[in-house]
């Protein structure tokens, strides 16, 4: 049982190049979000997904997407990666209520 | 705005002695409250957590307490062990909904042997 698994671990972009942070669970859970977090902030979600086919944005979601087609597989997309992008990502899910289920962390440093 | 404060970024105890990790909320509207541990290049972890409707839960050396008059919850820790050297982050919602799920920034924890 791998829980919440996220790749890459660390990636390197420059600015205006693309990119997308795969996460993946195996745990049948509903609900799935990204958050992202930054020294002095706290975890701050950027967008989440109550079932496949449905996404909505969370309290930080510009310069960011994503799609849900399959229960397991939540990617977050850059289309035009900015240097204020540069943090660690974080995929999280759950039942739908209650706990997180967090993955390892995807740490991204944008030039 | 941040709608849920941890104000102090570190706390320092001594082994077998009790931490105690505060955190602050300004939205009335939430009714679920976790603490989430955090070690260095890992995710956070499930910790504990607590409903408006109580004011205290217990799970063996961690207790929540939450005082909702004054929109503040603490973690108690006892005793303290060297392991549980780590970020601590208070978070809350609006429950059953993780929609709106708000994290405090973190305090590090250090226990000294």
């Known amino acids: 049982n791998a829980g919440v698994t996220q790749t890459p671990k660390f990636q390197v972009l420059k600015t205006g190049q693309s990119m997308t942070l795969q996460c993946a669970q195996d745990?049948?859970?509903?609900?799935m979000s990204w958050y992202r977090q930054d020294p002095g902030m706290g975890l701050r979600l950027i967008h989440y997904?109550?079932?496949?086919?449905?996404?909505d944005q969370g309290e930080v979601p510009n310069g960011y997407n994503v799609s849900r087609s399959t229960t397991e597989d939540f990617p977050l997309r850059l289309l035009s990666a900015a240097p204020s992008q540069t943090s660690v990502y974080f995929c999280?899910?759950?039942f739908g209520g209650g706990e997180l289920f967090f993955g390892e962390g995807s740490r991204l440093t944008v030039l | 705005d941040q709608q849920v404060k941890q104000n102090s970024p570190s706390l320092s105890v001594q082994e077998g002695r009790i931490s105690i990790l505060n955190c602050d909320y300004t939205?009335?509207?939430?009714?679920?409250f976790l603490w989430y541990k955090k070690y260095p290049a890992e995710g956070p972890t499930f910790l504990i957590s607590?409903?408006?409707?109580?004011d205290k839960n217990e799970d063996g050396r961690f207790t929540v307490f939450l005082n909702k008059s004054a929109k503040h919850l603490s973690l108690h820790i006892v005793p303290s062990q060297p392991g549980d050297s780590a970020v601590y982050f208070c978070?809350?919602?609006?429950?059953?909904?993780?929609?709106?799920?708000?994290f405090g920034a973190g305090t590090r924890l250090t226990v000294k042997p």
């Open positions: 999280a899910s759950s």
């Open positions: 745990m049948n859970h509903e609900y």
């Open positions: 997904s109550v079932g496949a086919g449905i996404t």
């Open positions: 939205n009335s509207m939430f009714d679920y």
């Open positions: 607590i409903s408006s409707i109580k």
């Open positions: 978070a809350a919602s609006g429950a059953p909904n993780n929609n709106d799920m708000r």
